[in-house]
């Protein structure tokens, strides 16, 4: 049974539209890139919403993907006598050729109004939706922010613990009893050992025996 060529048309209703582009997008982003991976070929994707809104994929730099699309153009303009199926295919060349360049402006006037520049042709609903990326993006940064200041707390607390086990290992190989030395007998002030001297010699007055009497020489008793 041969199938029959099925004829597509615009989505009339525009949820059923939006969902289907989401869809549609990224898959054809997932095809992209595994084109790129499994065939080692450059690819270069560039999709405007009907709003506007700007989605690429590259799986290298889209400006060399670009440059070397119009060395390309221009080696086979040279190569090509200009005339029949070969001139159709120039100029079909030159159209896509000056596609990409002023989607390539319109990335760059994107990246310039998510800056805060240009913005004086925008309209409220311009204005809303780039209101809406930049908050997005904050949300995300701000996330990532908390993230990393988790990380550092974790290591900070794990070089804390790391110090304290280091420090109870080289607690546990100091020896058990350690001597204490005596401290010096303080040395008594000049007034007191003047005091002390004094009252020794004193002492000493008291205990010699002297050879003093009452009465005359001779008759002194035996």
Do not use: W
């Amino acid at each position: 049974m041969v199938r029959g060529k099925v004829e597509l048309k615009r989505i009339e209703n525009a949820t059923s539209r939006q969902v289907t582009f989401s869809k549609r997008r990224v898959g054809l982003r997932k095809k992209a890139y595994e084109l790129s991976v499994l065939c080692d070929v450059e690819v270069a994707l560039i999709i405007f919403s009907q709003k506007g809104k700007l989605f690429e994929f590259s799986s290298s730099n889209i400006r060399q993907i670009i440059q070397r699309y119009h060395e390309y153009s221009k080696e086979a303009r040279s190569n090509n006598n200009g005339g029949g199926a070969g001139g159709q295919y120039m100029e079909h060349l030159k159209h896509e050729t000056i596609l990409m360049e002023k989607n390539l402006e319109l990335l760059q006037i994107s990246q310039r109004k998510l800056l805060g520049q240009g913005l004086e042709s925008c309209s409220m609903g311009e204005l809303n939706e780039i209101d809406c990326q930049l908050e997005k993006s904050l949300q995300n940064i701000r996330t990532r922010k908390d993230q990393v200041y988790k990380e550092q707390i974790e290591s900070l607390k794990a070089k804390h613990t790391q110090l304290l086990q280091e420090n109870a290992i080289l607690f546990d190989k100091l020896p058990t009893s350690t001597p204490i030395p005596t401290p010096p007998s303080p040395r008594p002030s000049p007034a007191k050992q003047k005091e002390i001297v004094g009252g020794s010699n004193n002492t000493q007055n008291s205990m010699v025996e002297t050879d003093l009497f009452i009465g005359l020489s001779a008759t002194r008793c035996s």
